[in-house]
């Protein structure tokens, strides 16, 4: 960022009005360093959109010419950007989300050269913005934004995240159905862990490998399903075994969830991936 002169500050403050954090990020940035250009010789049609896109407290971007320069309001930083916030302003969309422009690259180029919008639904996408790959859901739009010759001069996406009600629905539908199926058609407990451990390996989103068991009346196990993806680094070797009513499970093992009689072991939510093999005794 550089010190702009006075006239300059009073120019850009009447574009880009508002005390938001972007709006000053905007006003105090040097665009000159960036394809876009210094301000002074932006098209109308650029400030006027990012002047709506600042004002507005709906999530957006917009990336403008070939490069997709980056342009962002408080409300896309504050939902999706994380550590990114501190320096996409000014990016290459491609830079910016390179972990998945293979899946949106297309459709933001497509807008680009034909100036036809896209919209997806609960698109999902694996985000880079907490230090690890995150599996999210994104609803938007691409539109095309017109120069002032009245050629594509860029695309502006609106966005709202799905990723709380998505993943919540597919769990709360896993769980109905492993309620429902163990209780209708389970005549014992070991073909209820059987059922249970089926139905667990349709969603591998949220449990990538799952262990169930019964312990005999002397504490020893006897598993009854088993499904993990294959090589998978998050699948470990050993399986704790938690001694009913001793409160610790085994040595060099990582603990047990529980005490209960009939338990599992698991964890997520992951990368989907097929259950690489089943095990029954």
């Given at each position: 960022m550089r010190k702009s002169p006075p006239k300059a500050d009073a120019r850009l403050a009447r574009m880009f009005p508002g005390d938001s954090e972007m709006a000053r990020r905007v006003r105090a940035f040097d665009w000159s360093t960036t394809p876009v250009g210094p301000v002074s010789r932006w098209p109308r049609s650029l400030r006027t959109v990012v002047r709506v896109m600042l004002d507005s407290r709906y999530a957006m971007w917009l990336g403008w010419g070939p490069d997709f320069t980056f342009f962002y309001n408080d409300a896309y930083a504050a939902m999706s950007l994380g550590p990114k916030h501190a320096w996409a302003?000014?990016?290459?969309?491609?830079?910016?989300?390179?972990?998945?422009?293979?899946?949106?690259?297309?459709?933001?180029?497509?807008?680009?050269?034909?100036?036809?919008?896209?919209?997806?639904e609960g698109l999902q996408l694996f985000l880079e913005r907490r230090g690890f790959r995150e599996e999210t859901y994104h609803s938007f739009s691409y539109s095309p934004i017109p120069d002032d010759g009245g050629d594509v001069g860029g695309m502006l996406c609106v966005v709202t995240e799905d990723t709380e009600r998505t993943i919540g629905e597919r769990r709360v539908r896993t769980l109905q159905e492993v309620g429902a199926q163990t209780m209708s058609a389970a005549r014992s407990p070991e073909r209820a862990c059987e059922i249970a451990a089926e139905l667990c390996a349709a969603n591998p989103f949220d449990l990538p490998f799952l262990l169930l068991y019964l312990l005999d009346e002397d504490g020893r196990r006897r598993p009854r399903g088993r499904f993990a993806r294959r090589r998978s680094a998050h699948v470990p070797s050993t399986w704790t075994t938690w001694k009913r009513g001793s409160g610790r499970s085994s040595p060099d093992r990582g603990p047990s969830r529980c005490g209960a009689r009939s338990c599992c072991r698991c964890t997520g939510p992951g990368r989907p991936a097929s259950p690489a093999s089943w095990w029954q005794g």
């Open positions: 302003l000014g990016r290459s969309a491609r830079e910016v989300w390179s972990e998945i422009w293979t899946d949106i690259g297309p459709r933001a180029e497509s807008v680009m050269r034909t100036g036809q919008a896209t919209w997806d």
